[in-house]
Protein backbone atom coordinates (compact mmCIF):
# COMPACT_ATOMS: atom_id res chain seq x y z
CA UNK A 1 0.00 0.00 0.00
CA UNK A 2 1.34 3.20 -1.16
CA UNK A 3 1.96 5.32 2.15
CA UNK A 4 1.63 9.16 2.32
CA UNK A 5 4.79 11.84 2.35
CA UNK A 6 5.41 12.27 6.18
CA UNK A 7 3.89 15.42 7.89
CA UNK A 8 5.39 16.73 10.81
CA UNK A 9 2.53 17.94 13.23
CA UNK A 10 3.27 19.71 16.89
CA UNK A 11 1.71 17.76 19.68
CA UNK A 12 0.32 18.56 23.21
CA UNK A 13 -0.22 14.46 24.89
CA UNK A 14 -1.27 16.51 27.61
CA UNK A 15 -1.14 15.12 31.42
CA UNK A 16 -3.97 12.03 31.21
CA UNK A 17 -1.92 10.34 27.98
CA UNK A 18 1.25 11.27 29.87
CA UNK A 19 0.56 9.45 32.74
CA UNK A 20 -2.92 7.38 33.39
CA UNK A 21 -3.55 6.77 29.49
CA UNK A 22 -0.01 5.94 28.36
CA UNK A 23 -1.97 3.40 26.00
CA UNK A 24 -4.22 6.00 24.16
CA UNK A 25 -0.45 8.03 23.44
CA UNK A 26 1.47 5.08 22.25
CA UNK A 27 -1.21 3.97 19.90
CA UNK A 28 -2.03 7.34 18.64
CA UNK A 29 1.76 8.19 17.85
CA UNK A 30 1.57 4.73 15.95
CA UNK A 31 -1.58 5.45 14.00
CA UNK A 32 -0.44 9.31 13.45
CA UNK A 33 2.86 7.57 11.58
CA UNK A 34 0.86 4.92 9.92
CA UNK A 35 -1.02 7.60 8.13
CA UNK A 36 1.87 9.60 7.00
CA UNK A 37 1.83 11.95 10.44
CA UNK A 38 5.28 12.30 12.78
CA UNK A 39 3.98 13.61 15.97
CA UNK A 40 6.77 16.35 17.56
CA UNK A 41 5.66 16.68 20.82
CA UNK A 42 6.29 20.52 22.42
CA UNK A 43 9.29 19.91 24.67
CA UNK A 44 8.55 21.58 28.34
CA UNK A 45 5.00 21.50 27.71
CA UNK A 46 3.22 22.12 31.10
CA UNK A 47 -0.69 21.19 32.05
CA UNK A 48 -3.25 23.16 30.30
CA UNK A 49 -4.87 23.86 33.89
CA UNK A 50 -7.89 21.30 33.23
CA UNK A 51 -10.83 21.61 35.23
CA UNK A 52 -9.01 22.22 38.60
CA UNK A 53 -7.67 25.81 37.96
CA UNK A 54 -10.27 27.17 35.43
CA UNK A 55 -12.44 26.73 37.82
CA UNK A 56 -10.86 27.88 41.01
CA UNK A 57 -8.39 30.50 39.55
CA UNK A 58 -9.39 30.85 35.90
CA UNK A 59 -6.62 33.55 35.45
CA UNK A 60 -4.23 31.05 36.43
CA UNK A 61 -5.49 28.56 34.18
CA UNK A 62 -5.41 30.71 31.32
CA UNK A 63 -1.72 31.49 32.10
CA UNK A 64 -1.26 28.15 31.52
CA UNK A 65 -2.66 27.29 28.32
CA UNK A 66 -1.00 30.79 27.48
CA UNK A 67 2.43 29.13 27.81
CA UNK A 68 1.80 25.80 25.85
CA UNK A 69 0.54 27.97 22.82
CA UNK A 70 3.93 29.94 22.89
CA UNK A 71 5.76 26.80 23.06
CA UNK A 72 4.09 25.62 19.17
CA UNK A 73 6.48 26.43 16.14
CA UNK A 74 4.79 28.99 13.84
CA UNK A 75 3.36 27.52 10.76
CA UNK A 76 3.08 23.92 12.07
CA UNK A 77 -0.66 22.76 13.42
CA UNK A 78 -1.19 22.02 16.60
CA UNK A 79 -2.51 18.37 17.31
CA UNK A 80 -4.19 17.65 20.89
CA UNK A 81 -5.99 14.32 21.62
CA UNK A 82 -7.80 15.18 24.80
CA UNK A 83 -11.23 17.13 24.65
CA UNK A 84 -10.43 19.30 27.77
CA UNK A 85 -7.03 20.19 26.76
CA UNK A 86 -7.96 21.37 23.19
CA UNK A 87 -11.02 23.43 24.89
CA UNK A 88 -8.94 25.58 26.95
CA UNK A 89 -6.35 25.98 24.59
CA UNK A 90 -8.84 27.11 22.06
CA UNK A 91 -10.21 29.51 24.53
CA UNK A 92 -7.00 31.05 25.62
CA UNK A 93 -5.84 31.25 22.03
CA UNK A 94 -9.47 33.12 21.01
CA UNK A 95 -9.17 35.01 23.76
CA UNK A 96 -6.00 36.67 22.30
CA UNK A 97 -6.41 37.37 19.14
CA UNK A 98 -9.59 39.11 20.22
CA UNK A 99 -8.26 40.78 23.52
CA UNK A 100 -5.55 43.22 23.02
CA UNK A 101 -4.60 43.73 26.42
CA UNK A 102 -3.98 40.08 26.97
CA UNK A 103 -2.18 39.99 23.56
CA UNK A 104 0.07 42.69 25.09
CA UNK A 105 0.63 40.52 28.44
CA UNK A 106 1.62 37.51 26.26
CA UNK A 107 4.05 39.14 24.29
CA UNK A 108 5.86 40.76 27.73
CA UNK A 109 5.57 38.03 29.38
CA UNK A 110 6.77 35.48 26.47
CA UNK A 111 8.50 37.92 23.74
CA UNK A 112 6.65 36.70 21.03
CA UNK A 113 3.14 37.63 19.60
CA UNK A 114 0.58 34.92 20.11
CA UNK A 115 0.33 33.22 16.32
CA UNK A 116 -3.38 34.61 15.61
CA UNK A 117 -3.25 31.93 12.36
CA UNK A 118 -2.32 29.09 14.90
CA UNK A 119 -4.21 25.69 14.26
CA UNK A 120 -5.33 23.63 17.23
CA UNK A 121 -7.16 20.61 16.00
CA UNK A 122 -8.44 17.57 17.40
CA UNK A 123 -6.73 13.92 16.71
CA UNK A 124 -10.34 13.01 15.08
CA UNK A 125 -9.86 16.16 12.03
CA UNK A 126 -6.57 14.29 10.84
CA UNK A 127 -9.63 11.32 10.46
CA UNK A 128 -12.12 13.24 9.38
CA UNK A 129 -10.41 13.39 5.34
CA UNK A 130 -11.43 10.49 2.77
CA UNK A 131 -8.05 9.96 2.09
CA UNK A 132 -7.59 8.27 5.62
CA UNK A 133 -10.31 6.20 4.97
CA UNK A 134 -8.78 2.74 3.97
CA UNK A 135 -11.74 0.28 3.90
CA UNK A 136 -10.02 -2.56 2.72
CA UNK A 137 -8.82 -3.18 6.57
CA UNK A 138 -11.74 -4.96 8.68
CA UNK A 139 -12.43 -5.11 12.57
CA UNK A 140 -14.13 -8.46 11.97
CA UNK A 141 -17.89 -7.08 12.88
CA UNK A 142 -16.53 -5.98 16.20
CA UNK A 143 -20.53 -4.85 18.37
CA UNK A 144 -19.31 -1.27 19.46
CA UNK A 145 -20.97 2.10 21.41
CA UNK A 146 -19.02 5.39 20.57
CA UNK A 147 -18.65 7.20 23.60
CA UNK A 148 -17.55 11.28 22.65
CA UNK A 149 -18.09 12.77 26.50
CA UNK A 150 -19.50 16.18 26.74
CA UNK A 151 -16.47 18.37 26.97
CA UNK A 152 -16.66 17.57 22.74
CA UNK A 153 -19.95 19.62 22.53
CA UNK A 154 -18.21 22.30 23.59
CA UNK A 155 -19.07 25.96 24.85
CA UNK A 156 -21.23 28.85 23.00
CA UNK A 157 -18.25 30.42 22.22
CA UNK A 158 -16.80 27.62 20.37
CA UNK A 159 -20.05 27.08 19.04
CA UNK A 160 -19.02 27.19 14.88
CA UNK A 161 -16.12 24.43 15.74
CA UNK A 162 -16.64 21.58 14.08
CA UNK A 163 -18.44 18.47 15.79
CA UNK A 164 -17.33 15.40 15.42
CA UNK A 165 -19.96 13.52 16.47
CA UNK A 166 -20.29 10.94 14.30
CA UNK A 167 -17.26 10.31 13.00
CA UNK A 168 -16.13 7.13 14.80
CA UNK A 169 -18.98 5.33 13.39
CA UNK A 170 -18.99 6.31 10.41
CA UNK A 171 -14.89 4.83 9.99
CA UNK A 172 -14.90 2.26 11.96
CA UNK A 173 -17.80 0.99 10.12
CA UNK A 174 -15.74 1.19 7.10
CA UNK A 175 -13.43 -0.82 8.85
CA UNK A 176 -15.80 -3.31 9.41
CA UNK A 177 -17.05 -2.79 12.68
CA UNK A 178 -20.64 -2.77 13.52
CA UNK A 179 -21.96 0.57 15.44
CA UNK A 180 -25.01 -0.02 17.83
CA UNK A 181 -27.44 2.45 18.80
CA UNK A 182 -27.89 4.06 22.51
CA UNK A 183 -28.43 6.97 23.90
CA UNK A 184 -25.62 8.00 25.97
CA UNK A 185 -22.45 9.17 23.31
CA UNK A 186 -22.71 12.67 25.01
CA UNK A 187 -23.59 12.17 28.87
CA UNK A 188 -20.92 13.27 30.84
CA UNK A 189 -18.85 10.63 33.15
CA UNK A 190 -18.70 12.60 35.92
CA UNK A 191 -14.79 14.36 34.98
CA UNK A 192 -12.55 15.31 38.08
CA UNK A 193 -15.61 14.60 40.32
CA UNK A 194 -14.64 11.46 40.63
CA UNK A 195 -12.09 12.17 42.66
CA UNK A 196 -13.88 14.13 45.19
CA UNK A 197 -17.16 12.87 45.12
CA UNK A 198 -16.94 9.07 43.71
CA UNK A 199 -20.27 8.41 45.07
CA UNK A 200 -21.81 10.61 42.66
CA UNK A 201 -19.68 9.57 39.48
CA UNK A 202 -20.22 5.80 40.28
CA UNK A 203 -24.03 5.37 39.60
CA UNK A 204 -23.69 7.80 36.51
CA UNK A 205 -20.53 5.64 35.12
CA UNK A 206 -22.83 2.20 35.91
CA UNK A 207 -25.37 3.80 33.87
CA UNK A 208 -23.48 4.75 30.98
CA UNK A 209 -21.94 1.29 30.55
CA UNK A 210 -25.01 -0.74 31.29
CA UNK A 211 -26.87 1.50 28.58
CA UNK A 212 -24.40 0.50 26.45
CA UNK A 213 -24.43 -3.12 27.60
CA UNK A 214 -28.68 -3.18 26.60
CA UNK A 215 -27.67 -1.92 23.22
CA UNK A 216 -25.33 -5.30 22.16
CA UNK A 217 -22.33 -3.60 22.24
CA UNK A 218 -19.44 -5.76 22.87
CA UNK A 219 -16.81 -2.94 24.42
CA UNK A 220 -17.19 0.96 24.36
CA UNK A 221 -15.05 3.24 22.30
CA UNK A 222 -13.86 6.76 23.68
CA UNK A 223 -13.05 9.87 22.77
CA UNK A 224 -11.46 11.05 25.77
CA UNK A 225 -8.27 9.81 28.13
CA UNK A 226 -10.31 10.84 31.08
CA UNK A 227 -13.97 9.72 30.16
CA UNK A 228 -11.50 6.22 29.99
CA UNK A 229 -10.03 6.34 33.32
CA UNK A 230 -13.51 6.92 34.84
CA UNK A 231 -15.59 4.29 33.06
CA UNK A 232 -12.94 1.45 33.94
CA UNK A 233 -12.31 2.83 37.63
CA UNK A 234 -15.99 3.27 38.64
CA UNK A 235 -18.09 1.49 37.42
CA UNK A 236 -19.27 -1.26 39.95
CA UNK A 237 -21.41 -3.34 37.97
CA UNK A 238 -20.78 -7.42 38.20
CA UNK A 239 -20.88 -7.55 34.41
CA UNK A 240 -18.61 -5.02 32.56
CA UNK A 241 -17.41 -4.96 29.20
CA UNK A 242 -13.83 -3.18 27.97
CA UNK A 243 -13.49 0.18 27.25
CA UNK A 244 -10.89 1.11 24.76
CA UNK A 245 -9.42 4.28 23.08
CA UNK A 246 -10.28 5.09 19.44
CA UNK A 247 -6.70 5.23 18.27
CA UNK A 248 -6.16 1.57 20.02
CA UNK A 249 -9.12 0.38 17.92
CA UNK A 250 -7.92 2.28 14.50
CA UNK A 251 -4.51 0.40 15.61
CA UNK A 252 -5.91 -2.75 15.05
CA UNK A 253 -7.96 -2.16 11.99
CA UNK A 254 -4.56 -1.05 10.73
CA UNK A 255 -2.57 -3.97 11.84
CA UNK A 256 -0.08 -2.45 13.91
CA UNK A 257 1.65 -4.63 15.97
CA UNK A 258 2.18 -2.84 19.44
CA UNK A 259 5.66 -2.08 20.47
CA UNK A 260 4.17 -2.76 24.47
CA UNK A 261 1.19 -4.47 25.04
CA UNK A 262 -0.95 -1.74 26.02
CA UNK A 263 -4.28 -3.32 26.19
CA UNK A 264 -2.31 -4.61 29.16
CA UNK A 265 -2.93 -1.40 31.39
CA UNK A 266 -6.63 -1.65 30.76
CA UNK A 267 -8.12 -2.55 34.14
CA UNK A 268 -11.14 -4.72 32.29
CA UNK A 269 -9.45 -7.12 30.14
CA UNK A 270 -10.39 -6.63 26.64
CA UNK A 271 -7.78 -9.67 25.42
CA UNK A 272 -10.94 -12.32 25.51
CA UNK A 273 -12.93 -9.98 22.92
CA UNK A 274 -10.34 -9.40 20.77
CA UNK A 275 -9.24 -13.05 20.68
CA UNK A 276 -12.82 -14.01 19.99
CA UNK A 277 -13.14 -11.50 16.79
CA UNK A 278 -9.85 -12.49 15.85
CA UNK A 279 -7.86 -8.92 16.39
CA UNK A 280 -5.28 -10.46 18.53
CA UNK A 281 -3.16 -13.82 18.41
CA UNK A 282 -1.60 -12.95 21.63
Known sequence: MHRPEVIDISYFPGCSLATTAKENN??????????????????????????????????????????????????????????????????????????????????????????????????????????????DLTLNGLKFVPYYGCMLARPPELRHEENYHG?????????????????????????????????????????????????????LITACAMCHLNLEIRCSLKQKIPIFHFSEILSLAFQIRPKTDWFARHLIDPAPLLKSRMLITY
Not at 44 to 55: E, F, K, L, Q
Not at 168 to 189: H, I
Open 26 to 135: QSLIEVCKHMGYRLVELKDWNCCGSSSAHSIKSEMGFQLSCRNLSLAPKGIPLLVACPSCILHLKQAHRRLITDTSAMASYEARWGRLADQDLKIMHFFELMNSKNNVLP
Open 167 to 219: LMEKLLSAYGASPMTWNYASRCCGTFLSVARPDVVEPMVNEIVQNAMDSGAEC
